[in-house]
């Protein structure tokens, strides 16, 4: 199984490094020296990491063959992507990979189904899961532990215990202002 792990960002000085977009959790497993990444576009690889370093808070890759900016800068906006094991785990407990996840039937703690994963979206703050109903629409639930209480991959479900108004239109709305008259007084 193939999972892209960075994005080659911009050039970095003369040499041939690039910085790297880093899409993995595990960046000293995935991209370290001597790993062989495939690429998207195809065209671009395969690449064989030659260096890594972090500077100023960015990693920063060399590859084998690239030793100029000019070719650095060619690779710019390239996936690279690693062979996985399907059966591998992640190493954290509660971790798991998108490939994982993907197809879960999604339900609440009381056993009614919410519908199926179909993608895993990585934001800044948090990842959602966008999980497709049996009539069509989409719900995006925050993969955050009060919400997301349970994943089971044996039994191939994620359990919810969505807060009210997130799955439904029930939203509980309170409000410590009083009531606004509907007639002005003048």
């Known amino acids: 199984?193939?999972?892209?792990?960075?994005?080659?960002?911009?050039?970095h000085g003369i040499k041939g490094d690039?910085?790297?977009?880093?899409?993995?959790?595990?960046?000293?497993?995935?991209?370290?020296?001597?790993?062989?990444?495939?690429t998207d576009p195809a065209s671009a690889g395969p690449l064989t990491i030659e260096a890594g370093r972090v500077h100023?808070?960015?990693?920063?890759?060399?590859?084998?063959?690239?030793?100029?900016?000019?070719?650095?800068?060619?690779?710019?906006?390239?996936l690279l992507i690693?062979?996985?094991?399907?059966?591998?785990?992640?190493?954290?407990?509660?971790?798991?990979?998108?490939?994982?996840?993907?197809?879960?039937?999604v339900v609440t703690e009381?056993?009614?189904?919410?519908?199926?994963?179909?993608?895993?979206?990585?934001?800044p703050?948090?990842?959602?899961f966008i999980v497709e109903r049996a009539d069509g629409t989409e719900v995006l639930i925050p993969f955050v532990e009060e919400i997301v209480t349970e994943i089971d991959l044996e039994e191939q479900r994620?359990?919810?215990a969505p807060p009210p108004g997130l799955i439904d239109d029930r939203a509980e709305i309170a409000s410590s202002r009083e009531p606004a008259d509907s007639e002005e007084e003048s």
């Open 1 to 11: 199984m193939q999972l892209v792990v960075a994005r080659i960002g911009r050039a």
């Open 56 to 78: 100023s808070g960015r990693l920063l890759l060399r590859f084998e063959g690239v030793g100029d900016r000019n070719a650095a800068e060619a690779l710019r906006n390239t």
């Open 82 to 105: 690693a062979d996985i094991d399907p059966e591998e785990l992640p190493e954290g407990e509660d971790e798991y990979y998108d490939h994982q996840l993907i197809d879960l039937d």
């Open 125 to 128: 703050s948090q990842d959602l």
């Open 110 to 123: 009381d056993g009614t189904e919410v519908g199926r994963i179909t993608e895993i979206s990585h934001l």
């Open 18 to 38: 690039v910085t790297v977009e880093v899409r993995t959790d595990e960046p000293e497993l995935r991209l370290a020296p001597g790993a062989v990444l495939a």
């Open 158 to 160: 994620a359990v919810i």
